[in-house]
Every structure is written in structure tokens, then in C-alpha cells.
């Protein structure tokens, strides 16, 4: 059975592992390393805190509207065809970093994207995620909040992600194929009949 393709909350949540494991924090850790646009807003880190805001997106690319098609038969039944169409989606994680730490953090980030670590938690979750590896350096954007600067820094990386979906579509068992010649009187021969069965 192939993987499904992956949802928002479940490349972010993949994200927020890795990232907790890159930065040195525990496993268990979700107050330092947030999944971003929750339904419940608070509570706020204050300006001393690290915290980590961690989002996913599908991009729109021009790689995800190549599909490559192929068929399959099904081995317990011969009337069902399985139609495999595979394409690469695109995905943007987003992070942005708060706090003292952030610069360092973000640095800490971006270099664990070119070790082991990020591969063996994908792996773990059974992820066909791969990230593509030109990897913009961090931006630097402090944040004017509340009459203070809010050290933050922001870092982007782009993921493809094989997807591959399948539909079972109907097949033939059988047809009938009938052959004549010019000098047949009459279109009714059938002796002349011939049936392909499906194999």
C-alpha cells in the first residue's frame, strides 16, 4: 500500500520534530517549537524567550504539473486495473525565530538540513519528503512589537514531495472478434468467430 500524500499539519508537525532535534531541545518539547497559525493564540512568549514558529505550505510549481502515469493489474481480481499516476509536489516550510538565541538557532536550523538528522525523522515518520538543498541563508528582520524590538530572524526551505495516487479503474475480461472477408455472402459467420480472453 503506498504512503497517502502528506497534509499541512503533518509536514509542519515533521518540521517541528526536526527542529526541536537540530536546535538540542527534548522530543517532548512544544512550548519552544511551535506549529504556527494555532486556534488557540496564547500564551505569547515575552521578549527574552526563544520560541520557534514553524509553518508549511504547498507551493505552486511548475514540477508538480508533470504526472507520469502507469498502470498495474490487480492479482486478486482480473476485472480491476489500477491506474498509478506519480508527480512531485511542492512544499515551503517557514520558521521564524524569536529571541536571543534566534540568529543561532536559525544558523543551528539550515546547517541540520545538510546531516543525517533530518533524513532519519522523515524516514521514522514514513515521509516521502525530500528538501531541495539550496538553502537561502536566514534573514535578520527585528520586529517592532509593543514599543520594543523583537529580535527575529526568518528562514525558508522548499521540499519536494513524491506523491503518488492511485484509482482502480475497470478492465475488460473478455471481447469478442469477428472476421470477414469481401466475398462473404452474409455477415454471419461464426465459424469465423474469435474470442481474447484477458490473460
Given at each position: 500500500?503506498l ?42 512568549q ?25 498502470y ?7 476485472a ?7 508527480y ?24 541540520g ?5 533530518p ?19 536566514p ?8 514599543n ?26 473478455s ?25
Open positions: 500500500m504512503p497517502p500524500p502528506l497534509i499541512p499539519s503533518q509536514v509542519e508537525n515533521g518540521l517541528r520534530l526536526v527542529t526541536v532535534r537540530l536546535v538540542g531541545l527534548p522530543d517532548d518539547d512544544q512550548s519552544t517549537v511551535r506549529i504556527g497559525w494555532q486556534q488557540q493564540g496564547q500564551p505569547a515575552s521578549v527574552s524567550d526563544n520560541v520557534v514558529y514553524v509553518r508549511a505550505v504547498e507551493d505552486d510549481d511548475a514540477a508538480d504539473k508533470q504526472r507520469d502515469q502507469a498495474q493489474d490487480d492479482p486478486d481480481d482480473a480491476i486495473v489500477r491506474e498509478l499516476t506519480s512531485m509536489r511542492v512544499w515551503r516550510g517557514i520558521w521564524t525565530f524569536y529571541g536571543p538565541d534566534s540568529f543561532d538557532w536559525a544558523r543551528r536550523v539550515r546547517s538540513w545538510y546531516t543525517q538528522v533524513h532519519d525523522v522523515f524516514a521514522t515518520l514514513n515521509f516521502e519528503l525530500y528538501a531541495v538543498m539550496d538553502i537561502q541563508a534573514r535578520r528582520a527585528p520586529e517592532l512589537f509593543q520594543e524590538w523583537w529580535e527575529r530572524v526568518d528562514l525558508e526551505i522548499q521540499f519536494n514531495e513524491l506523491v503518488t495516487e492511485e484509482v482502480d479503474v475497470g478492465a475488460v475480461a471481447t469478442e472478434v469477428r472476421a470477414y472477408t469481401d466475398e462473404s455472402p452474409d455477415i454471419d459467420h461464426p465459424e469465423m468467430d474469435i474470442v481474447v480472453e484477458a490473460p
